[in-house]
């Protein structure tokens, strides 16, 4: 017996150093889980700076501010220290590509208004990184609007109705991404500096505003009407600025003196807003007061519409006082004689900008109705072409099909050839947005449509059957791949529509997805002039009221959606095809795409 004491008691102590030593090993499943995710965040972190060390090399200096500031947008939450660091760099690159476009620019020919328009949306390199750096960090954003500031006060923007300082526009630009993301009140508060005078900038963020929070956005439109009231300096182009808010939100129009036109055409529908009426009415007084201001001697008028351009305006906007203010519509008819003494006339007052966005849309009936007698009263053969083009795509997009009989009555071959184009296209989204894919689909095989059309048409429709028919939107897909290697291998298009058909066999097929991504890849290669991101796909037509234009959806083609879907499959060698890319930009785009998937799943598991 105690022999077998001895025995039982080595046995346990023989046993105790083993189980010593396997308890540190154990380790629990939510411990292993963190180790993993640690171990993403990591690998992501060091793709990110090694991208950022790889900028020092890039000649194109807007290419590296643009890297520099999405690398630290995508390392921020991992290492805002050094995230800021990067996007000190960002900015320093970002200020001399701008000193070096202002130089290019000033051995051109006209380029102050291209430069200007562009800025207006905020679309120099220093406005990527303030957006990013002010959404991040309100002191840096805060800094860098100081150090924007410093270098303008020297040039400031010239009062055109147009253009704003640096500052302003680049304020804006934050602040329409504060939209964006349903932000009203921050947004409003950021923009606030640059909402003093009326604007194209001004009024667009109000109009956009105006669709978050309406009281907000009339609150800040009726103190501007105020301060255009008090203003010497408004004038008639102030009013059509201010009636942009009112009746035609999108669409900014105004007048020089010699009577030439700037506008710029609505890119989203935006409804007309109901106005309360009280603000409607202030705007009549105040728009009233400023354009039955005194004329001055024609020699003498330093206003920036003119007295032909106040003309203009007068009679653009007669309409909505004859339907609104009708007592102050008497005044201003006298205005309108009292101009036309002075010989401020134009040449043809059927001009579609005097009544585009004022006028009411005409419906389907009503084009066919008056068809045959525009035609009949047309010039030549360049009007009548004009005025079917016109009424086909009235037609198309209320998606009746006689609009492509319209079309095909156009004399000119390659304006035949575009309309038909319009109107296939238009037809084509209007059955896709009552989910008609067999309509859709007929159209999409259109002869009008170009090969990237056509690619873009059949994902569209597999992207509506995938649910309901998986094995007829494979073979689109298909079919949509085939049809983008059509496309000439030098056309930036191609890597971005195959890279469309990669993104949707992600639900099918990920093996094939796979497969086709690296052939957008290699199609990427072979197009120099690709960024790596979506390039607007857009079908224009020229009518008798002006230039139309349909932009299709792009967003779901860009390769960084493709490689940010890849990387949370297998996240390692997401990154090897990421970074197979071999030109600069859309290498870039790609292992951004990969590191910001890491570090969002990190983010969302931790």
């Keep these: 017996m105690h022999l077998l004491k001895v025995i039982v ?10 189980s010593a030593a396997a308890s540190p090993q154990t380790t629990s499943p939510s411990q292993k889980n963190d180790e993993i995710e640690a171990q993403r965040r990591a690998f992501a972190a060091s793709i990110i700076m090694s991208l950022a060390d790889e900028t020092r090399s890039y000649k194109d200096l807007t290419l590296r501010a643009r890297v520099l500031a999405r690398s630290a947008d995508a390392l921020w939450d991992a290492n805002p220290d050094e995230a800021r660091r990067l996007l000190r760099r960002a900015w320093e690159a970002a200020e001399k590509a701008d000193v070096r476009e202002d130089e290019v620019a000033s051995r051109s020919a006209a380029p102050v208004m291209l430069i200007a328009m562009r800025r207006g949306d905020g679309g120099d390199s220093r406005a990527e990184v303030l957006n990013i750096a002010a959404r991040r960090d309100r002191a840096l954003g805060d800094e860098f609007l100081a150090k924007l500031n410093a270098t303008t006060q020297a040039s400031p923007s010239v009062n ?19 939209l964006n993301d349903n932000q009203a009140e921050k947004a409003l508060e950021f923009a606030a500096p640059a909402l003093d005078r009326v604007n194209e900038a001004s009024i667009s963020f109000l109009s956009r505003l105006r ?21 010497p300096a408004s ?20 007048f020089a003196g010699d009577g030439s036109v700037r506008w710029a055409p609505a890119l989203e529908t935006i409804t007309t807003p109901n106005l309360p009426l009280e603000i409607r009415t202030s705007f009549f007084r105040v728009a009233a007061s400023i354009l039955l201001r005194p004329l001055p001697p024609p020699d003498q008028d330093l206003t920036s519409a003119g007295l032909i351009g106040k003309y203009l305006v007068i009679k653009r906007l007669l309409p909505l006082f004859e339907q609104y203010a009708p007592d102050t519509a008497v005044a201003l008819r006298s205005q309108l004689t009292a101009l036309a003494k002075q010989g401020t006339t ?41 005025i079917y083009a016109d009424a086909a795509a009235i037609l198309a997009l209320e998606g009746n099909r006689s609009a492509q009989d319209i079309a095909d009555k156009i004399e000119n071959a390659y304006r035949r050839e575009a309309a038909r184009r319009y109107v296939d296209i238009s037809l084509l989204r209007a059955a896709l947005a009552k989910k008609n894919s067999a309509a859709a689909l007929r159209l999409a095989k259109a002869d009008s449509l170009t090969h990237p059309q056509r690619t873009w048409a059949y994902l569209q429709v597999a992207r509506l059957l995938m649910s309901s028919d998986r094995t007829r939107a494979v073979e689109l897909l298909e079919e949509a791949l085939a049809e983008a290697r059509r496309i000439d291998d030098d056309d930036a298009d191609r890597p971005l529509l195959i890279s469309g058909v990669a993104i949707q066999f992600l639900a099918a097929d990920i093996n094939r997805s796979w497969e086709v991504a690296n052939e957008a890849v290699k199609a990427a290669n072979a197009a120099e002039g690709f960024s790596g991101e979506a390039d607007r796909l857009s079908v224009a037509l020229v009518t008798s009221s002006g230039l139309k234009l349909i932009d299709l959806d792009t967003a779901a083609l860009n390769p960084s959606v493709l490689l940010s879907s890849l990387a949370k499959q297998e996240l390692t060698r997401a990154s090897d095809l990421a970074k197979s890319f071999k030109h600069e930009a859309p290498r870039a785009v790609a292992i951004l795409a990969v590191a910001s998937a890491a570090m969002t799943k990190a983010k969302r598991t931790k």
């Design 9 to 18: 008691l080595l046995s346990w102590l023989c046993a105790l150093p083993l």
């Design 235 to 254: 004038d008639a182009n102030t009013v059509s600025g201010l009636s942009s808010y009112a009746f035609t939100p999108g669409m900014y129009v105004t």
């Design 346 to 386: 134009i040449a043809d007052d059927d001009d579609f900008l005097l009544t585009q966005g004022i006028a009411r849309d005409v419906d389907s009936h009503t084009v066919l109705d008056q068809l045959q007698e525009r035609v009949d009263r047309a010039k030549d053969q360049r009007e009548r072409d004009e």
């Design 160 to 178: 055109d109705s147009w253009t704003t300082s640096d500052e302003m526009s680049k304020r804006l630009s934050f602040a329409h991404r504060l």
């Design 211 to 231: 669709l978050l929070n309406a009281a907000l956005a009339d609150k800040q439109f009726t103190r501007l009407l105020a301060r255009a009231e008090l203003d």
